[in-house]
């Protein structure tokens, strides 16, 4: 289901909020509808994913030395 933020610019209050098409969010502080939608910053909650930063998790060491002339390893 697609969670959006707003921030209200009422009050400024900042939530997330469902929102289907054709329908009008409310703040859920001061109940204004003057709000503003933010990025798509958020996060499944409760769903520990293994996504983004995979790389260079402890060189297994493959032989791929990149110094070269001798420097560090002799
Ligand atoms: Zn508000």
Do not use: W
């Amino acid at each position: 289901m697609p969670i959006y933020g707003f921030s209200c610019n009422a009050c400024e209050k900042q939530f997330e909020t469902l929102v289907r098409s054709s329908d009008t969010p409310e703040c859920p502080s001061c109940g204004s509808t003057d709000l503003t939608r933010q990025l798509a910053l958020i996060a499944s909650p409760g769903k520990g994913g293994e996504d983004a930063g995979s790389f260079s998790s402890g060189n297994g060491g493959g032989g791929g030395h990149t110094c070269g002339g001798g420097c560090c390893c002799g």
